[in-house]
């Protein structure tokens, strides 16, 4: 542990753990109990209604252990926010994430901050280097210039950014708990059901898993003229139910 996250534990801040139920916010969860205050430590969700995994929310409640959690949402959904755009999200423009989770969530925790009287917030997101080369490059601790200001006084960190896929799974089950179900169906990353970032093998497996959503984002693809995964230099561009076979 950074000896900042201990200056701030002492300070009195508010840590808030950004959790979809997946096994990155879980482990960072499992982390967090071991080193914060329970009073200081609340549990966050961005609810995405049509396109979440059932189940998302009540695998959170299962290992909060008496801890605050609290849920927000979008006031538009993510089909809502695709028929407005006429487009899907891409890698490059993510609306789903900056509109329909971190904004929500931001909204939440400054709520709470408010609320309490208590401005001094460490935002916990459980981001990994070995995800990606761009997350590889996050800095795993920062002061957030964005979100501060006169009475607030806001932190960004991520808590387990040098572990690795193994050793997030070996955490949780050192916890003695259980991974969300969709891992055990063979998926690799729990986010929406199907995510524009996801490999061939999530978007199959979310095919069989929940086919009537695959027909309502083919069927909205054919309307609005516009392919749900980015083109891809092996492939070009594909609508769903093509790259899903």
């Known amino acids: 542990m950074i000896p900042e996250i201990q200056r701030l534990i002492n300070r009195g801040a508010l840590f808030f753990c950004n959790s979809s139920g997946g096994k990155d916010s879980q482990a960072m969860f499992a982390y967090l109990r071991q080193i914060v205050p329970k009073k ?20 959170i409640e299962k290992y909060l252990y008496g801890h605050r959690f609290e849920v927000c949402q979008a006031t538009k959904t993510f089909f809502e926010m695709v028929e407005r755009r006429q487009m899907w999200p891409s890698s490059s423009t993510r609306q789903c994430t900056s509109d329909l989770k971190r904004g929500p969530l931001e909204k939440l925790i400054r709520k ?5 009287g208590n401005g001094l917030i460490v935002n916990c997101m459980g981001m990994r ?24 006084e806001w932190y960004d960190w991520l808590p387990i950014h040098q572990l690795l ?15 969300f179900w969709t891992y055990s169906a063979g ?19 979310a095919a069989e898993l929940r086919p009537e959503l695959l ?13 749900f995964k ?11 139910d093509l790259i899903v076979k």
């Open 215 to 227: 027909k309502r984002i083919v069927e909205t693809e054919k309307r609005i003229g516009h392919t």
């Open 187 to 205: 998926m690799k990353r729990k986010s929406c059901c199907f995510c524009i970032m996801a490999c061939q093998n999530d978007l199959k497996i």
């Open 230 to 240: 980015a083109p891809t230099k092996k492939h070009g561009a594909r609508t769903l």
């Open 112 to 116: 709470i901050s408010k609320e309490s």
């Open 129 to 152: 280097a070995e995800e990606s080369p761009k997350r590889a490059d996050l800095s795993p601790f920062k002061f957030s210039k964005r979100n501060s200001k006169a009475g607030r």
């Open 165 to 179: 896929e193994q050793e997030v799974f070996r955490v949780i089950w050192f916890a003695g708990e259980k991974p």
């Open 40 to 59: 200081q430590l609340i549990v966050i969700h961005a609810h995405l209604p049509e396109v979440e995994w059932e189940g998302s929310i009540e695998h």
